[in-house]
């Protein structure tokens, strides 16, 4: 006979498979259902935040949704303040959002709780490249290669922000020293 454990370990996969399969609505019913009789369970919480963005057409900051999920994520965080993923997740709703400056607070926020999170890294120089920042978004886009080679497609601007920054000759090149723009000659 299955353990109470394993029961809640299985109705969380099964609305994580749910959500997965694109049943939105039936995902969010159940991890409803879920934190109705484990309040402190992070992994549906973090779940369910996801679910609730999912949910809308367009992400809106002023959603029921979008507050509730931000809320889910603040409490996951609270409750578990080791784990990295719900500031991650926290991360990717804010840019989703058009909040680029704070998702950049809760990806560095994520990597100081583990430095080694691929996707966080890749966000954070993307983030940067958006913002201009192209010396900062060349640095963490080479910590996200080293973490997960598999992420170079998703680094096709990072040959413009090589060349914004000066770090590209005329040929296209690496070069040692960034040029100098002509306002610091």
């Not at 983030?127 to 680094?155: H, M, Q, S």
């Amino acid at each position: 006979m299955p353990t109470v454990k394993a029961k809640s370990k299985e109705k969380y996969q099964n609305a994580a498979k749910l959500l997965a399969d694109g049943e939105v609505e039936e995902a969010i019913k159940s991890l409803r259902e879920i934190i109705a009789e484990k309040p402190d369970h992070v992994n549906a919480m973090v779940t369910l935040a996801v679910a609730l963005m999912e949910s809308q057409t367009t992400p809106d900051a002023n959603a029921p949704q979008t507050e509730e999920a931000l809320l889910l994520l603040d409490r996951a965080a609270r409750i578990n303040p080791k784990d990295p993923i719900p500031l991650f997740n926290r991360g990717v709703c804010l840019r989703k959002l058009g909040q680029p400056e704070k998702a950049l607070e809760s990806f560095l926020a994520a990597l100081k709780i583990q430095k080694k999170l691929p996707l966080a890294l890749l966000h954070v120089a993307e983030i940067n490249y958006e913002l201009g920042r192209w010396e900062t978004a060349i640095d963490f886009a080479r910590k996200a290669l080293v973490r997960d080679p598999g992420l170079e497609g998703a680094l096709g601007w990072v040959r413009d922000a090589m060349s914004k920054a000066g770090m590209l000759d005329d040929k296209g090149n690496a070069i040692t020293e960034p040029k100098q723009s002509t306002t610091e000659r």
